[in-house]
């Protein structure tokens, strides 16, 4: 699957300016000992592998002995996030601390350990997160975390800078608790430990209003400025067919669509007996097309998110299955309960009533802003009073994760020069 970064829709999010000039030519060494350090190549125009070694030494004192304790500080917290502190090189900084180290050989140790965390706060320990179907942004440009450690440095804010790149949430914070009260039971730590990497994952600003699907929770939540506006019963993509981790921004009200049905399930034999037009398009190939009515399977009402999962919010001719408890069950599209009163919300109602009256007529209703629209894949989260109940894990990604995390914990943290 590709990528689709609508996070630039210009109507949803502010334009965001980069550092300046001057703050990234003085991250640049710092840049430069990131690529080499995590195993990546520099970009164009950056210092070579061989040139980084001797970075440190062009940033004469900018470590000091207060600022490395600092950051050793921060490691040694970092336990408490479900991360490895020797993954940082806490031992060897602290020999360097104690042994009253300074100049280009505390510097390269430091610079290596503090962008290391600083990229695993801000964007998460796993690199490779669309091996786990995760196809949102990472919240974080590592140009910018090098100019940021730059700036904490000269401002003497390292500890404060490093701890405000993680999540800033509620559900965050009650998942740290519960990671640190469920001590000795292994397996439930393990769950709450992959739960805080995926929230690292996430932007840092989700928006004011938006819409928020937890895949293993088959629920929608319609949250504004914090407060949950109302929530929805949900079904979401089966084991086989299983729904994407998106950022997608809801953009219209569908009122009786039609359906294009997918190759996939064409192919699959989706189509069989169920009234469909076959349609031959320009290339060669055959799609199918249901007419709008009531037993379309989008059933009376699509809310469309442009994206190339042709994933989408809409309803179902067949009401039973908000009953079950298990709804894993559709082929990767989101069957909303009482979709009438989302898409009412989202809307505001002007004219859809009279839309939907008549079944055999699709009309769009544009919204005057686009709404962001999250599907996540959260296995435990936090209730409102702060309890954490873990939910389901229907596609079995837990285990995946945690062997990647565990991949990734053990690879050992090489500094530039060493």
């Not at 686009?370 to 079995?396: E, I, K």
Request: with cysteine.
């Amino acid at each position: 699957m590709s990528r689709n970064d609508t996070r630039s829709d210009p109507a949803a999010r502010p334009r965001r300016r980069g550092p300046g000039l001057g703050r990234l030519l003085t991250a640049l060494p710092l840049l430069a000992v990131a690529c080499f350090t995590f195993g990546g190549s520099a970009p164009a125009g950056m210092p070579s592998p061989e040139s980084v070694a001797a970075a440190p030494d062009r940033m004469p004192g900018r470590w000091s002995l207060g600022s490395a304790r600092d950051l050793l500080a921060v490691i040694e917290d970092s336990a408490e996030e479900g991360l490895n502190p020797s993954d940082y090189n806490a031992d060897a900084l602290r020999a360097a601390i104690e042994a009253r180290r300074k100049g280009p050989a505390l510097d390269a140790l430091a610079t290596a350990s503090a962008l290391r965390i600083a990229h695993d706060y801000a964007n998460g320990r796993i690199d490779d997160k669309a091996a786990l179907d995760w196809h949102i942004a990472p919240p974080a440009d590592p140009n910018r975390i090098a100019a940021g450690l730059a700036e904490a440095l000269d401002r003497d804010r390292l500890g404060p800078w490093l701890r405000g790149l993680l999540p800033d949430n509620d559900q965050y914070r009650a998942l740290r608790a519960a990671y640190a009260d469920a001590r000795g039971d292994e397996a439930l730590r393990g769950r709450l430990r992959a739960n805080l990497e995926r929230w690292r994952w996430m932007p840092r600003d989700l928006g004011d209003r938006y819409i928020y699907v937890n895949i293993p929770g088959y629920r929608l939540s319609v949250i504004n400025n914090g407060i949950e506006e109302a929530s929805y019963n949900v079904v979401v993509g089966a084991p086989r067919t299983p729904t994407p981790q998106l950022e997608l921004y809801a953009q219209s009200i569908v009122a009786n669509p039609g359906w294009t049905v997918p190759h996939s399930i064409v192919k699959a034999g989706g189509t069989r007996g169920k009234g469909f037009r076959w349609i031959r398009n320009p290339d060669g190939s055959v799609s199918a097309w249901q007419a709008p009515g009531p037993t379309n399977a989008l059933g009376r009402i699509k809310i469309d998110m442009p994206n190339p999962h042709a994933i989408y919010l809409h309803d179902t001719p067949n009401r039973a299955v908000f009953a079950r408890e298990n709804r894993a069950l559709s082929h990767g599209c989101i069957r909303v309960e009482n979709i009438e009163e989302l898409a009412a919300m989202l809307q505001g109602g002007d004219g859809l009533d009279a839309a939907l009256a008549d079944p055999g007529k699709t009309k769009v209703f544009q919204l005057e802003r686009s709404v962001p629209v999250y599907l996540v894949y959260f296995t435990a989260q936090a209730d409102p009073d702060g309890t954490v109940r873990p939910l389901g894990d229907p596609y079995g990604r837990d285990k995946a994760l945690l062997a990647k995390l565990g991949a990734a914990m053990e690879g050992k943290l090489q500094v530039a020069g060493r």
